[in-house]
């Protein structure tokens, strides 16, 4: 089974600086694909980030960038010039691509960002 | 388009008592899932649909049951609740696998078992 561990329970941030969010997991499997979701005190899922294991390539969505090793197995989120709206609990999750595994994830236990002036 | 919605938002439940879970999405998705998320933990599966008439368990299915009549509707059941239950439950849905395949959740349930 595959395990996703986030070790960093709280990290903050002045606004406008950068911060990285860890992700680590485990797998045995080839082909998966990796996920950074933003959960606002609101309680909603907001998928912020995706990454295909098979692209080398680091995707980037606007002021969010991953680094993805996949070698290291790990998966971490970048936040440029951040802003008050970043302030979230950020859950890192993994998903296979397997034939048939539909959209079964696995998520890490978070890591809560503050956002501070 | 109201996307995935359940009801309730919030619920008490007494230990022992049942009740149903509902959500419904409205985006003609194939796939629909129901995870728990205990307080300070990530979300867990605990069942899942592929289509209309097919269930599947997740990672923690025990004390749950599911049924799939519709597309639209994927309602959980809590049967005998149990203090251990207390949790925020997410409905979520996603088209067939796809390049672009995006999950959608619901805003939760916040369930309480006293």
């Known amino acids: 089974a595959q395990t996703v561990t986030q070790s960093q329970p709280e990290m903050s941030v002045q606004e406008a600086e950068t911060v990285t969010l860890s992700c680590t997991y485990d797998t045995s499997e080839s082909d998966y694909y990796l996920f950074w979701y933003k959960q606002p005190p609101s309680r909603q899922m907001i998928l912020v980030i995706r990454?295909?294991?098979?692209?080398?390539q680091n995707a980037t969505e606007n002021r969010f960038s991953v680094n993805f090793q996949k070698a290291a197995k790990s998966f971490s989120l970048k936040i440029s010039d951040s802003q008050l709206g970043d302030a979230a609990m950020y859950f890192c999750a993994y998903r296979s691509a397997e034939t048939g595994t539909a959209s079964k994830l696995t998520f890490g236990t978070g890591t809560r960002l503050q956002v501070t002036l | 388009n109201a996307g995935v919605t359940q009801t309730p938002k919030f619920r008490i439940l007494k230990i022992g008592q049942s009740m149903t879970l509902q959500c419904t999405q409205d985006m003609n998705h194939n796939y629909m899932y129901w995870y728990r998320q205990d307080p300070g933990m990530g979300l867990k599966l605990i069942y899942y649909?592929?289509?209309?008439?097919?269930?599947d368990k997740g990672e923690v299915p025990n004390g749950y049951n599911v049924s799939r009549s519709t597309t639209e509707d994927f309602p959980l059941r809590l049967e005998l609740a149990a203090p251990s239950q207390t949790s925020v439950y997410f409905c979520?849905?996603?088209?067939?696998?796809?390049?672009?395949?995006?999950?959608?959740f619901g805003s939760g349930t916040q369930l309480s078992v006293l």
């Open positions: 649909s592929v289509g209309a008439g097919i269930t």
């Open positions: 990454q295909e294991a098979y692209k080398q």
């Open positions: 979520a849905s996603s088209y067939y696998r796809s390049n672009n395949e995006k999950l959608f």
